[in-house]
T-cell receptor, first 116, second 113 residues
Framework: AQKVTQAQTEISVVEKEDVTLDCVYE???????LFWYKQPPSGELVFLIR??????QNEISGRYSWNFQKSTSSFNFTITASQVVDSAVYFC?????????????FGTGTSLTVIP | DVKVTQSSRYLVKRTGEKVFLECVQD?????MFWYRQDPGLGLRLIYF???????EKGDIPEGYSVSREKKERFSLILESASTNQTSMYLC????????????FGSGTQLSVL
């Protein structure tokens, strides 16, 4: 079973529109971390945010915001007033405390295209 | 800033060749990872290493091996390249611990003809 599900494979929006990228995760651990990474066309994945399982407070960073809801096992990412530079593949990931070694689970990614 | 450097951005090899993909990190990180990225499949872990000379198989180790003789360097080896190993290969590192973020290299796009 997929531990991290990103149901949206591809999304296209027109510049300045808001867009939400969905991430649903599955874990039995009570202690875990959730991450979002951005992969621009250059190829290198860049870390965006980390959230631990005990902190459900939403976070805003400029045009980016994240909504963490344990009740629905979701960690969604919203870009407000999208820009062409936001075009990239976005990955959600889960890391569990109860697992050693390979503790990172990645979703399959959402490819976002922002049309000028 | 942590730097993870992969030796080649693009690589073209022939079927049956032995291929070496090199990865170097400059921040004394304990853990290093090799992922393969394919459209629709996301990132799949090939191998990871949590210490020098230590390695563990990931989800898709078949056809690959790794080497970590020094802490900063983690090599991925394709013993006999096949066309189904054409893919984007990503190296990553972390200091250690499940709460640490991954630092990624810029990737190597390998084409096996």
């Amino acid at each position: 079973a997929q531990k991290v599900t990103q149901a949206q494979t591809e999304i296209s929006v027109v510049e300045k529109e808001d867009v939400t990228l969905d991430c649903v995760y599955e874990t039995r651990d009570t202690t875990y971390y959730l991450f979002w990474y951005k992969q621009p066309p250059s190829g290198e994945l860049v870390f965006l945010i980390r959230r631990n399982s005990f902190d459900e407070q939403n976070e805003i960073s400029g045009r980016y915001s994240w909504n963490f809801q344990k009740s629905t096992s979701s960690f969604n990412f919203t870009i407000t007033a999208s820009q062409v530079v936001d075009s990239a593949v976005y990955f959600c990931a889960l890391s569990e405390a109860g697992r050693t070694g390979n503790q990172f689970y990645f979703g399959t990614g959402t490819s976002l295209t922002v049309i000028p | 800033d942590v730097k993870v450097t992969q030796s080649s951005r693009y690589l073209v090899k022939r079927t049956g060749e032995k291929v070496f993909l090199e990865c170097v990190q400059d921040m004394d990180h304990e853990n290093m990872f090799w992922y393969r990225q394919d459209p629709g499949l996301g990132l799949r872990l090939i191998y990871f290493s949590y210490d020098v000379k230590m390695k563990e198989k990931g989800d898709i180790p078949e056809g690959y091996s790794v080497s970590r003789e020094k802490k900063e360097r983690f090599s991925l080896i394709l013993e006999s390249a096949s066309t189904n190993q054409t893919s984007m290969y990503l190296c990553a590192s972390t200091p250690g611990g499940f709460n640490e973020k991954l630092f990624f290299g810029s990737g190597t796009q390998l084409s096996v003809l």
